[in-house]
């Protein structure tokens, strides 16, 4: 069974910095790209960084970047989401997602329904 565990989300004041993790077991985790989503209060979820099975090639969306970094450590099944410079616009609920890939890509999916598997979220609140 496929499990995504998400931590390290909470509160922060503005210009803070947070580490997401994303903890996964129940998979072979290097075979696997690996993305980062955030829903914020009223809006749809949007894609905000994803990485390759090697971690080699990354996709940030421009609103995070310079701002946030993907990195995954496939020793210990774990993906990262560094947010540093944060701003009350990235307060949302964060979630790790995994797309099998079963050929080598280069190509990042910003597309929810790519990614089959789900953690259950961690909230990430940015004080002004």
């Known amino acids: 069974q496929v499990q995504l565990v998400e931590s390290g989300g909470g509160l922060v004041q503005a210009g803070g910095s947070l580490r997401l993790s994303c903890a996964a077991s129940?998979?072979?985790?290097?075979?696997?790209?690996v993305g980062w989503f955030r829903q914020a209060p009223g809006k749809e979820r949007e894609f905000v960084a994803g990485?390759?099975?090697?971690?080699?090639?990354?996709n940030e969306v421009d609103s995070v970047k310079g701002r946030f970094t993907i990195s995954r450590d496939n020793a210990k099944n774990t993906a990262y989401l560094q947010m540093n410079s944060l701003k009350p616009e990235d307060t949302a609920v964060y979630y790790c997602?995994?797309?099998?890939?079963?050929?080598?890509?280069?190509?990042?999916?910003?597309?929810?329904?790519?990614?089959?598997?789900w953690g259950q979220g961690t909230q990430v609140t940015v004080s002004s």
């Open positions: 990485i390759t099975r090697g971690g080699s090639v990354t």
């Open positions: 129940g998979l072979t985790f290097s075979s696997y790209h």
């Open positions: 997602a995994a797309r099998a890939i079963d050929r080598p890509t280069i190509s990042i999916s910003n597309r929810e329904s790519d990614y089959g598997s």
